[in-house]
Structure formats: C-alpha cells, structure tokens
C-alpha cells in the first residue's frame, strides 16, 4: 500500500464532476464534513485531524487535490508539490483574488453528494493554507452550512497590498454569502497566526468588514505553536500542540461542525 497504509481505515472513491476527477477518501458517519488538506497533500496530520472529526460523530470527505496521499510532511516534499501546482493547475488561481478557483465548482459538487448521502442540517468544509479560503467559496451552494477557513492563503500577496485584501471570491460571491449568514443565522470560523506572512492582517479585515459579527476569529501567537521545520502556520496540524491555543482551536473548530450540522 505505500503510503497509503496512512488511509487504511478510509474508504476510496472516485468524484469526477465537470470532466475533473479527484480521489476521495471517507470515513465515519453522521452528518458530513469536507477536509481539504493543506500543501503539500492529505499527509498524516491532516488525516490526525480527519479521524478526530470522525470520531466526533461526523463522515469525513478527505479530497486529494495534489500531493500523494499518505506521504508524511517536509521540506522537500512542500517545495516539490508546491512548484508543480503553482506552474501546471490550472485549476488553483494563485495570484488572482478576485473570482473563486475553479475547483471551487467540483468541491461544491462534492459537498452536494455528501449532503445527500449523510443527511444532517447541512456541510461542513475546513481549507487550509493553500485551500484555505476554498471553504468560504462552497459556501456559495446551499449545502455548506460551516465553513473553515484555516490560514488562508491565496492569493499569493506578498508585495501586494491589493491582493494582501482578497479572499478569493467574486463580489457576487461575497454577496451570496452575506445573505446566506444573515438569512439562515449562519457563521464564518477564520484561523490564523499573527505573524503568519501567507495570511495578511488586511485578508482577515476584509472577512470583519464583510462579515461582521457572522465572522468568528481565532487569531494565535508563535508561542502557541508546536515547533516545526517553517515559522507557525498550520494551525491544525504541524503546528498543533495536544494542549493550549491550538488544541483548543482544533477543538472548536470540530464542536461548530458538530453545531451547524447536526451530529
């Protein structure tokens, strides 16, 4: 099995929507919730993180989007992973904030199929890093009713005050969203570390100002981060600690799944 022994508790399909497969690997049941990993693929910390929702009472989706599912994190692996998706996927706009990507479109479809499957008030969704902001962009369908967006990070700003201020969205999508949070009484969770240079100060402003109190933060410092190879960034996986700050956010983020959708 390879790497994949990592997944050996997870069942594997298929999703193609639109002319675009992806893998997907699903455990649990209970009311479902859509995990996109972070870069540079569905490693072992995101699948930590995919069992603790599963074993909170939900079915986790866990989509390969890039990356070899199962393979453990580095440096290497990141670097590698990251050149290939920012030079050959079209599928991902890195450096424009101003429109959803177009995978956008094939994890809304994945969440319908979800939802109809496991039942429950609706979807939850949780990006990070490089999906981090996809979660807000399913939104945009009525089966995503709990949106995550951990360290959001496109678009790529750096130098870039414009783009420091975009969340991926069109207009018409923000607005969909407003009216969704206010007309159904739902909520945005946005993690974050402060000092983290791939989720501007100004991305996070943006999500108050659109948002309002429908937007709810969870902001942490580099003390609260588990050491690891690159400066604190993943707040739910390599820089988790199993006490303080961030297991609390993990904790969180899995009871407002458990709130929004039902379990």
Not at 77 to 89: H, I, K, M, Q
Not at 235 to 246: A, D, I, N, Y
Request: with cysteine.
């Amino acid at each position: 099995m390879g790497y994949e022994a990592a997944l050996a508790d997870y069942d594997k399909f298929d999703f193609t929507h639109d002319g675009k497969t992806y893998p997907v690997y699903r455990r649990g049941s209970g009311p479902a919730v859509v995990i996109m990993h972070e870069m540079p693929g569905l490693h072992p910390l995101v699948i930590r993180f995919a069992d603790r929702v599963a074993a909170a009472g939900m079915t986790v989706f866990c989509p390969s989007l890039f990356g070899t599912p199962g393979k453990p994190v580095s440096r290497g692996y990141t670097l590698g992973t990251a050149l290939g998706v920012l030079c050959v996927r079209r599928e991902f706009l890195v450096w424009r904030g101003d429109k959803s990507s177009p995978v956008a479109d094939w994890l809304r479809a994945l969440s319908r199929k979800a939802h109809a499957e496991c039942g429950g008030k609706g979807v939850g969704a949780v990006g990070m890093c490089f999906t981090g902001g996809f979660a807000l962009a399913m939104m945009t369908d009525p089966s995503v009713v709990a949106p995550a967006l951990s360290q959001p990070s496109l678009p790529l700003a750096r130098g870039n005050p414009k783009r420091a201020a975009e969340v991926g969205l069109s207009p018409k999508e923000i607005a969909c969203v407003k009216s969704r949070l206010e007309s159904e009484d739902l909520t945005v969770l946005g993690m974050r570390f402060t000092s983290d240079v791939l989720v501007p100060d100004a991305r996070f402003e943006t999500y108050r100002r659109e948002f309002g109190d429908r937007f709810e933060s969870i902001e942490l410092s580099d003390d609260d981060a588990q050491p690891a190879y690159i400066p604190p960034h993943s707040v739910l996986t390599l820089h988790m600690k199993e006490e303080g700050p961030t297991k609390a956010a993990e904790q969180r983020v899995i009871q407002f799944f458990k709130e929004r959708t039902g379990a």
